[in-house]
């Protein structure tokens, strides 16, 4: 079955600086998706990967999905302590229903 | 646009009590999926319904959880009998159909005493 490794587990940056977060799939993957959740709150959703190279930008987050869609990239540009949460990737198999499976997220923390 | 809609958002319930969540997802979206989230963890998928039938139920425990989506458009989620390790939050989340991005709900937090 899909397992999806994250790395790093936590992450603390300095308000202003880049940060990476890396997904890696363990088998082929149809999409990878990127969600954002608060403490006490559910997903929200920031990018979806379908094509191997694809990149994505939204405001000060881009994501990316390699050539070969065995490793996914989001990358945070001048942080703020709005990007504050966990981050988490989830995979389509593209093998019928649409199954996300989930990596176990990285906790973001941005310290002014 | 109103997004996803769960209740309750907090339930506390002894072992072997049973207890019921609701959701109500983004108007015309017709799949509807379960995921429960355990502390330190991704969500993990229950059941997913495309209207108001089960397209995958394969990690749903089904000696003690059941689902159902009425009408293709609310759905409740039940536990009978609770045991410990249920203690999780339940989100709910729709699409508009398969393949298109999930939007989720703030989720019901279950603690079993």
């Known amino acids: 079955s899909q397992e999806l490794e994250q790395s790093p587990q936590s992450l603390i940056v300095q308000e202003g600086k880049n940060l990476t977060i890396n997904c890696t799939p363990s088998?082929?993957?149809?999409?990878l998706y990127w969600y954002k959740q608060k403490y006490g709150e559910g997903l929200i959703f920031l990018m979806m990967?379908?094509?191997?190279?694809e990149e994505k930008s939204h405001e000060k987050i881009t994501a990316k999905l390699d050539e070969k869609k065995q490793q996914s990239s989001l990358h945070i540009t001048a942080s703020q302590p709005s990007h504050a949460g966990i981050y988490l990737c989830?995979?389509?198999?593209?093998?019928?229903?649409?199954?996300?499976?989930f990596g176990q997220g990285t906790r973001l923390t941005i310290n002014p | 646009e109103a997004g996803v809609a769960q209740s309750p958002r907090y339930k506390i319930i002894e072992k072997r009590q049973s207890v019921a969540f609701w959701c109500n997802p983004i108007?015309?979206?017709?799949?509807l999926y379960w995921y429960q989230q355990i502390l330190g963890q991704g969500p993990k998928l229950l059941i997913q319904?495309?209207?108001?039938?089960?397209?995958?139920d394969s990690q749903l425990p089904k000696d003690r959880f059941s689902a159902e989506r009425l009408k293709g458009v609310d759905s409740t989620l039940k536990i009978q009998p609770a045991k410990l390790e249920d203690s999780a939050v339940y989100l709910c989340?729709?699409?508009?159909?398969?393949?298109?991005?999930?939007?989720f709900g703030d989720g019901t937090r279950l603690s079993i005493l």
């Open positions: 989340a729709s699409s508009l159909s398969i393949r298109q991005p999930q939007h």
């Open positions: 088998k082929t993957l149809y999409g």
């Open positions: 990967l379908q094509k191997g190279g």
């Open positions: 989830g995979a389509d198999n593209g093998q019928g229903a649409q199954k996300l499976v």
């Open positions: 108007s015309g979206h017709a799949t």
């Open positions: 319904f495309q209207n108001n039938g089960v397209v995958d």
